[in-house]
Protein backbone atom coordinates (compact mmCIF):
# COMPACT_ATOMS: atom_id res chain seq x y z
CA UNK A 1 0.00 0.00 0.00
CA UNK A 2 1.27 4.00 -0.97
CA UNK A 3 -0.78 4.76 2.18
CA UNK A 4 2.36 5.44 4.38
CA UNK A 5 3.67 7.47 1.44
CA UNK A 6 6.95 8.18 3.79
CA UNK A 7 8.46 11.43 3.74
CA UNK A 8 11.40 9.50 1.44
CA UNK A 9 9.56 11.93 -1.97
CA UNK A 10 10.11 14.65 0.04
CA UNK A 11 13.76 13.78 1.41
CA UNK A 12 14.76 12.97 -2.81
CA UNK A 13 12.98 15.97 -3.94
CA UNK A 14 15.38 18.48 -1.35
CA UNK A 15 18.37 16.32 -2.51
CA UNK A 16 17.50 17.43 -6.07
CA UNK A 17 17.24 20.68 -5.29
CA UNK A 18 20.78 21.00 -3.36
CA UNK A 19 22.52 19.32 -6.50
CA UNK A 20 20.91 21.89 -8.83
CA UNK A 21 22.10 24.49 -6.55
CA UNK A 22 25.14 22.69 -6.69
CA UNK A 23 24.82 22.69 -10.29
CA UNK A 24 24.97 19.07 -10.73
CA UNK A 25 21.90 18.86 -12.56
CA UNK A 26 22.51 15.80 -14.08
CA UNK A 27 22.28 13.99 -11.18
CA UNK A 28 19.36 15.78 -9.58
CA UNK A 29 17.53 14.58 -12.58
CA UNK A 30 18.40 11.34 -12.11
CA UNK A 31 17.14 11.80 -8.51
CA UNK A 32 13.68 13.61 -9.87
CA UNK A 33 12.72 10.92 -11.96
CA UNK A 34 13.48 8.23 -9.93
CA UNK A 35 10.75 10.07 -7.56
CA UNK A 36 8.59 9.85 -10.74
CA UNK A 37 9.23 6.30 -10.69
CA UNK A 38 8.67 5.24 -7.41
CA UNK A 39 5.95 7.66 -6.44
CA UNK A 40 3.96 8.85 -9.29
CA UNK A 41 1.14 9.48 -6.90
CA UNK A 42 2.72 11.49 -4.81
CA UNK A 43 1.38 15.01 -3.74
CA UNK A 44 4.82 17.09 -4.93
CA UNK A 45 4.64 16.08 -8.29
CA UNK A 46 3.73 19.03 -9.76
CA UNK A 47 6.60 20.26 -7.79
CA UNK A 48 9.38 17.61 -9.57
CA UNK A 49 7.61 18.16 -13.16
CA UNK A 50 8.22 22.07 -12.61
CA UNK A 51 11.78 21.56 -11.57
CA UNK A 52 12.61 18.93 -14.48
CA UNK A 53 11.26 21.38 -17.02
CA UNK A 54 13.43 24.22 -15.50
CA UNK A 55 16.48 22.02 -15.56
CA UNK A 56 16.03 21.21 -19.14
CA UNK A 57 15.33 24.68 -20.09
CA UNK A 58 19.27 25.71 -18.86
CA UNK A 59 22.10 25.81 -21.13
CA UNK A 60 24.49 22.98 -21.06
CA UNK A 61 27.52 24.54 -19.32
CA UNK A 62 28.94 21.62 -17.09
CA UNK A 63 29.75 19.73 -20.63
CA UNK A 64 33.26 20.37 -20.65
CA UNK A 65 34.05 20.58 -17.12
Request: net charge negative.
Amino acid sequence: SKAGGSLQDRFLFTEAEVLTALNRVEEAIKVLNAIKEKYPDSPIIENVDALLADMQERPEETDGL
